[in-house]
């Protein structure tokens, strides 16, 4: 049976490539929205997150209609710590769009979704957006990504990809540059004509792999995926299998079917070979499970996720303010919410360890861990955890390390500074590319080196440069990076800080609080541009004596403080700090709060060594 009525698809990009801003064009013009209906822009990152950061987190499905043909469309993250996300989804659809910027070109996380695509033996169509920016260099970025395809082996059949020339804001779409186009037609009809439709045996047992997992308080959790054979009714009996052998067999019922039309999900009676569909009523239902009929139980394969190579430590918040900002702070709720996170992120991992109070969490980089801080915080827990630090392995006797692939696109008169700063981080340099006044490099760094190197980045190119990375491979371990060039400035005593303690302490670094600031002993208060840590009294008070002087009584003036947002804070915190997560602030402390005990335990430290 073949579905000629269906086509399943993915879009997949380099972050801010333009997806999310396709797709908002795409629902518009295949009728999805009313003519008056007020849309918000990039309707389909829904997520808080996401809208504050312009950035795609999770894979979300959508549904068009094209003449009589229905195209699911599948809209995917671009920043490199979500691939684990484009991963799963591939699996439910026939093509992908692959997009790439007219000026930027293919990027880091371009050649990992697309080299992930070419293995699943999926079709390309190429798509070029943003081509009315007025430094687009279309054909330039045509050719570099046919070279990108010959550097990943693709077939014949691949190579020969349909490329279409794009506009997302506009929404306009041609098959050649030399004729402006008016709307995305080109589009649909290169997706209906070129992508395969799905087909399937409609009466063998039916059978599905989970890629998705939503969360609904009447219904409980619901999978989403794409029917592999037989069809799908409601009401009727199936088996819940795992490729990962996590669970056994076990019977259910399919409660609720549903279909996925525009932005809504619409219950419907039956389902088919190659529908995209969204099933409720089954307890416990996890990523890679496979549903699939009584009369055929055995599990279909699920694709293999990339390793995690970063982790960090969760722990209960221990500090003298613990307790009074959030509303989960016991071992017991931390420990459940992060096993719950497992259930809808294939690319995490969490451990226990030997404390009872904290746990071990891997993923794929600092901003997929900190995108997971910031949603708990923000549903109210408060926790503490420690300096990112990546995952390393054993070859034999050679420790081995992740290489991240890092593409900087940067003024020319800066490369001298980011090829000093890339010397000292341990990064290789692969390639250079000239792109008008501006430089392209490509280096080989170990993960480790880019922590914290954005802010020292942005500094160097005055803000005009672009970084990306994304992990490229395992290598022998590199040697020592520093990881910090600055000192901490240390809350000597807990109080209340004052302007003449700031004053004071302003003398010695950057500050990170404002009088009224509540302290405690242990509490990093601000940074001094010399390495060491500096004991500072913010509480201080000026004695009061019954004499006055002329000036001596005037205003003191403050420096603003630097206010860290939560990535910054993962970036600064050193190996013996900790940061402590509440709903309300992020603060920055030492591990050991007492000065006596910390001295202590670093004197202990060097004598071991």
């Not at 299998?241 to 067999?249: E, L």
């Not at 139980?297 to 900002?325: Q, R, Y």
Request: charged content about 25%.
């Amino acid at each position: 049976m073949i579905r000629k009525d269906l086509r399943n698809i993915a879009i997949i990009a380099h972050v801010d490539h333009g997806k999310t801003t396709l797709v908002d064009e795409m629902l518009k013009q295949s009728g999805t929205f009313r003519a008056n209906q007020q849309v918000e822009e990039r309707v389909m990152d829904s997520n808080d997150l996401e809208r504050e950061r312009g950035i795609t987190i999770l894979a979300k499905n959508t549904a068009v209609h094209y003449r009589d043909v229905k195209i699911n469309i599948i809209d995917t993250p671009g920043h490199a710590d979500f691939g684990g996300e484009v991963e799963r989804v591939l699996k439910m659809v026939s093509g992908v769009l692959l997009l790439v910027d007219s000026v930027e070109g293919p990027m880091p996380q371009t050649r990992f979704v697309l080299g992930k695509a070419l293995d699943l033996g999926l079709k390309i169509i190429i798509c070029v957006n943003k081509i009315d920016r007025p430094d687009a260099r279309s054909k330039e970025v045509v050719d570099e990504i046919l070279e990108l395809l010959l550097d990943l082996n693709a077939n014949e059949e691949q190579l020969d990809s349909p490329i279409v020339y794009c506009s997302g804001r506009q929404g306009t779409s041609t098959l050649n540059l030399d004729t402006p186009g008016k709307d995305l037609v080109p589009l649909f009809d290169t997706v209906v004509n070129y992508i395969d439709p799905p087909e399937g045996d409609e009466n063998a047992p039916f059978k599905m792999i989970v890629s998705s997992i939503d969360y609904n308080d009447y219904v409980g959790r619901i999978g989403i995926g794409r029917i592999e054979s037989g069809f799908a009714a409601p009401n009727t009996e199936i088996v819940v299998s795992d490729y990962f052998g996590r669970v056994a067999q076990h019977k259910s019922k399919l409660v609720n079917l549903y279909q996925i039309e525009g932005l809504k999900r619409v219950p419907v009676e039956k389902a088919s070979v190659g529908d995209i569909v969204c099933i409720s009523g089954i307890e416990d239902i996890n990523i890679g499970n496979t549903v699939s009929s009584p009369l055929s139980p055995e599990p279909l394969p699920f694709v293999k996720i990339s390793e995690p190579t970063v982790e960090m430590t969760f722990s209960v918040n221990d500090s003298p303010f613990a307790g009074k900002e959030g509303k989960f702070v016991t071992t017991r709720q931390l420990k459940d919410r992060l096993y719950r996170e497992l259930l809808k992120d294939v690319s995490l991992r969490v451990e226990d360890t030997d404390s009872t109070d904290s746990f071990k969490v891997c993923g794929r980089g600092e901003m997929h861990l900190s995108i997971l801080i910031e949603t708990m915080r923000r549903e109210g827990y408060e926790f503490a955890v420690s300096t990112p630090r990546v995952l390393y392995k054993k070859q034999g006797e050679t420790i081995m390390e992740p290489v991240d692939k890092l593409v900087v696109d940067v003024p020319s008169d800066c490369v001298g500074g980011i090829m000093s700063q890339m010397g000292q981080r341990k990064g290789d340099l692969v390639h250079m590319q000239p792109m008008g006044n501006r430089m392209r490099l490509e280096f080989n760094i170990p993960s480790r080196g880019l922590f914290g190197y954005k802010n020292e980045f942005l500094t160097e190119t005055k803000g005009e440069g672009i970084m990306s990375s994304i992990f490229f491979e395992y290598q022998p371990y590199k040697g020592e990076i520093p990881r910090r060039t600055t000192g901490s400035l240390v809350a000597f005593e807990t109080g209340e800080a004052v302007t003449y303690g700031l004053f004071n302490a302003q003398e010695r670094g950057v500050l990170f609080i404002t009088p009224g600031t509540q302290v405690y002993e242990g509490m990093v208060v601000g940074y001094s541009p010399k390495l060491g840590d500096i004991a500072v009294n913010v509480c201080k008070k000026k004695h009061l004596t019954n004499t006055r002087a002329s000036g001596s009584d005037d205003a003191l003036r403050l420096i603003s403080p630097r206010v860290f947002s939560l990535e910054e804070c993962l970036e600064f915190i050193a190996d013996d700090e900790l940061l402590e997560v509440t709903p309300k602030s992020l603060r920055i402390r030492k591990s050991i709060l007492n000065k006596e005990l910390r001295l202590k335990a670093r004197f202990k430290a060097q004598a071991t060594d």
